[in-house]
């Protein structure tokens, strides 16, 4: 997907534009800040909220500060996901974890320098266009689905619950929030960007839903089936820090089989929209053969 590996390099393009220079005292956490950003990634949740915002019409750079923003606050949660008092990672994306590199202290100032940067970089489109409202929507929904209510929410259940029993009402408000809910935000951002009324965001946050839990379904299917230099982190490694899964819940086949459905669902949805982004529509179900 020639197109796809294009669109990344642009995004990358953009999110650095956005990082600070690693300079005076504060010298050391901004050069873990940029060593987390530069890993790379699949940068899924800018493409998607760019896209989005392609696909409604947008054409302005006024996105192009949330799209740093998103993954920003997506790198933030690696970063304190990776730290000993949580997963205990020592690698991500192939490359030693920040905690690794730079020690636990510095890591968990990293995430928080992340996490506030980010909003100072959203900030900036408020002095891009006299047009606030559409601003102040995506300024929200960014302050809103990252919290408590959002992926916070999702991690603190899914910390509680670790080597516990899991039932199927507690992993889908995992599911939903710790990986849905960035995912929710960086489309409806996008679409409120580029001046979708408050019905068509709502839309777009139930299909980014959809979009949000095929991908964490097929994450536990890559823990188990993927190979540690694709996936850039050790195998197995939910099973070891007792987690269950869907493919713990429902088993390896249905799991695949469900990813597969809910992509074409999400697909469905999309199709529904006048307006088309056949890029955006191939990228969705690019997710389901995805190996990384």
């Known amino acids: ?52 915002y392609r696909m409604f019409g947008g054409k302005d750079e006024i996105v192009q500060p949330f799209m740093a923003a998103i993954e920003m606050i997506h790198t933030y949660s690696l970063v304190h996901d990776d730290l000993p008092a949580l997963d205990n990672d020592d690698y991500r994306r192939g ?34 266009t006299k047009e606030l409202e559409p601003v102040v929507q995506a300024y929200t929904i960014l302050t809103q689905k990252p919290g408590i209510n959002g992926m916070i929410g999702g991690q603190t259940a899914d910390v509680e619950l670790t080597g516990k029993p899991m039932t199927e009402e507690a992993l889908d408000y995992i599911y939903e929030n710790k990986t849905g809910a960035l995912i929710e935000a960086s489309m409806m951002i996008g679409a409120s960007l580029a001046g979708a009324s408050t019905v068509v965001v709502k839309e777009i946050e139930h299909l980014a839903g959809i979009i949000g839990r095929a991908f964490q379904i097929q994450d536990d299917i890559l823990d188990i089936e993927g190979t540690e230099e694709e996936l850039g982190k050790p195998l197995h490694s939910d099973e070891e820090n007792g987690k269950i899964t869907y493919v713990t819940l429902h088993g390896l086949e249905c799991a695949k089989a469900d990813v597969e459905n809910l992509s074409q ?9 006048p307006q088309e982004n056949p890029f955006l529509r191939e990228l969705i179900l690019s997710l389901v053969h995805r190996k990384k």
């Open 95 to 128: 490359r030693k974890t920040a905690h690794i590199v730079y020690g636990e202290a510095m890591a968990i100032l990293a995430g928080d320098a992340l996490l506030n940067y980010a909003y100072e970089t959203a900030a900036k489109a408020f002095s891009m």
């Open 1 to 52: 997907m020639e197109k796809l590996k294009e669109r990344v390099q642009e995004v990358d393009e953009i999110i650095h534009s956005y990082m600070p220079k690693a300079e005076g005292y504060a010298a050391t956490v901004l050069d873990a800040m940029n060593y987390t950003v530069d890993a790379g990634g699949k940068r899924l949740r800018p493409l998607l909220m760019q896209e989005t």
């Open 265 to 273: 669902e999400a697909v469905k949805i999309l199709d529904q929209f």
